[in-house]
């Protein structure tokens, strides 16, 4: 018997084993979230956005996520993969939502012109959340909202 046909199904099944441990461990750290915010309906109006990307602790979950943005709540519905995981959907008040201001670790010091231009390139860490407890990494674009609610004072 060739070597191959007895290692290439070991490494297929202990793949699908790690595949499953981590967006099983993925969803474990979302649903929390989930759980203190569960899904509701959108409004007709609001803004969809697929396959979007999310970092939630150790977890970078790129294009696991659905997300709409309407006037009361921002909602994330996990792609398939996720809900294989068994992740659950979540409608988040925006009043629940907190931008966090601190500012990207530098490497070394800017000062004058080159600060000022590094700034308008890379404004403090894009999309930097609190959920609750838990800080979460956004699409920019959802920041924006966030920052044009506070503008206006509905946040």
Not at 12 to 20: E, G, H, S
Not at 142 to 150: F, G, H, S
Request: proline residues 8%; positive net charge.
């Amino acid at each position: 018997m060739h070597p191959a046909l007895i290692v290439i199904p070991i490494v297929v099944v202990v793949d699908l084993i790690v595949f499953t441990a981590v967006f099983r461990l993925a969803a474990g750290a979302w649903n929390p979230i989930a759980k203190r915010h569960p899904a509701v309906e959108p409004a007709a109006d609001a803004h969809r956005r697929e396959f979007q990307s999310i970092r939630l602790g150790v977890f970078n979950l790129g294009n696991c996520f659905h997300m709409e943005a309407d006037a009361e709540h921002l909602h994330f519905y996990p792609a398939k993969l996720m809900r294989w995981g068994g992740a659950l959907p979540a409608s988040v008040p925006w009043s629940a939502i907190e931008v966090e201001a601190k500012p990207r670790p530098s490497s070394r010091l800017r000062t004058g012109e080159e600060a000022e231009s590094r700034a308008k390139l890379r404004p403090g860490r894009v999309g930097l959340v609190k959920i609750g407890a838990t800080s979460v990494l956004l699409p920019s674009w959802v920041r924006e909202i966030l920052l044009a609610r506070q503008a206006v004072g509905t946040a």
